[in-house]
């Protein structure tokens, strides 16, 4: 049963350019959130993804958007990098967005910007 | 507003000790959900354990144990009999359910290592 992948592993650019990471849920998962972890901090809720539609966002600018695609897995985009946005970007799947479901994270895309 | 706050930037013990993970959380909602997760320097968060705020019974696994008390608004985590491979970072979160919110807020993480 594999789990929550995400790619690239790394990823470096520049100022100014635009980045699309990507994630493939946990099978049976339907739900995807992303979040942000900077260097000894915490993750950050980024956004959570269902049925192909944003249903929660946190604290990030419209510099950062989704989507969600038929199979579940879902991209995270981030528009004119900054060196702030350098970070580890988790994806987690879970089922049933009803509820509190538990998130399985994935391995995490490590994005440099310089 | 919702926090969840751990205190102990950084723990060294030495391998077979046992050691303590203080978590603390604020919430104003009655039904929510706490988490313990572990993050080797690989990097992924490895998903430890999961408590509503319905069940304060602590629960033991191996050589892991939890402690949940609600008049402390606390969750600790406790490792018996330490070993090289606990060493990572572990993470406390929280989760509300009742405000429609599914989001987990994350503590800042303890990073613990365990020496031979």
């Known amino acids: 049963d594999a789990g929550v992948t995400q790619s690239p592993t790394h990823l470096i650019k520049t100022r100014g350019q635009q980045v699309t990471l990507r994630c493939s849920p946990k099978?049976?998962?339907?739900?995807v959130s992303w979040y942000q972890q900077a260097l000894g901090q915490g993750p950050q809720f980024i956004f959570q993804?269902?049925?192909?539609?944003?249903?929660q966002r946190g604290n990030f600018p419209d510099r950062f958007s989704g989507h969600q695609f038929p199979n579940y897995s879902s991209e995270l985009n981030v528009n004119a990098l900054l060196l702030g946005d350098s970070a580890l970007y988790l994806c987690?799947?879970?089922?049933?967005?009803?509820?509190?479901?538990?998130?399985?994270f994935g391995p995490g895309t490590r994005l440099t910007v310089l | 507003a919702q926090k969840v706050t751990q205190a102990q930037t950084e723990i060294s013990v030495v391998e077979k000790e046992d050691v303590t993970l203080d978590c603390v959380y604020e919430?104003?909602?009655?039904?929510?959900?706490l988490f313990w997760y572990k993050q080797p320097p690989s990097g992924e968060l490895v998903f430890l354990i999961r408590?509503?705020?319905?069940?304060?019974q602590n629960e033991i696994s191996g050589r892991y144990s939890w402690n949940f008390q609600k008049s402390t608004s606390s969750f600790n985590f406790t490792i018996t009999a330490s070993q090289v491979v606990d060493s990572a970072v572990y993470f406390c979160?929280?989760?509300?359910?009742?405000?429609?919110?599914?989001?987990?807020?994350f503590g800042t993480g303890t990073r613990l290592k365990v020496l031979a």
């Open positions: 979160a929280l989760s509300e359910a009742g405000s429609g919110t599914y989001k987990y807020i």
């Open positions: 099978s049976g998962h339907d739900t």
């Open positions: 987690a799947s879970s089922r049933l967005a009803g509820v509190v479901d538990t998130q399985y």
């Open positions: 919430t104003r909602d009655t039904t929510y959900y």
């Open positions: 408590r509503n705020s319905f069940d304060e």
């Open positions: 993804y269902y049925e192909e539609e944003e249903r």
